[in-house]
């Protein structure tokens, strides 16, 4: 079901087929998920699109945010 979903929105969209990396987005989207907050798994999926969008190549983008999102610590507020 998720392949023929793919399908319909890039033939909606006019988007190649093969230009969308399925295991690569869901993959992102679960380190970000788990590593930082589920919220920001969609922000950040669409994140990584707009910077594919301005020229980013998508694998080494996607390779950064992850190892970003490994590391994340975020600053507490002291209050």
């Known amino acids: 079901m998720l392949e023929e979903w793919i399908e319909a929105v890039c033939l909606e969209l006019g988007i190649d087929r093969d230009r969308v990396d399925r295991d690569l987005v869901l993959d992102l989207a679960k380190d970000v998920a788990h590593g930082v907050a ?42």
């Not at 699109?49 to 507020?77: M, S």
């Open 38 to 79: 589920r919220p920001g798994a969609p922000l950040t999926t669409f994140m990584l699109g707009v910077a594919v969008g301005q020229g980013a190549n998508a694998r080494d983008t996607a390779a950064r945010i992850t190892a970003l999102a490994e590391g994340w610590k975020p600053e507490k507020n002291e209050g």
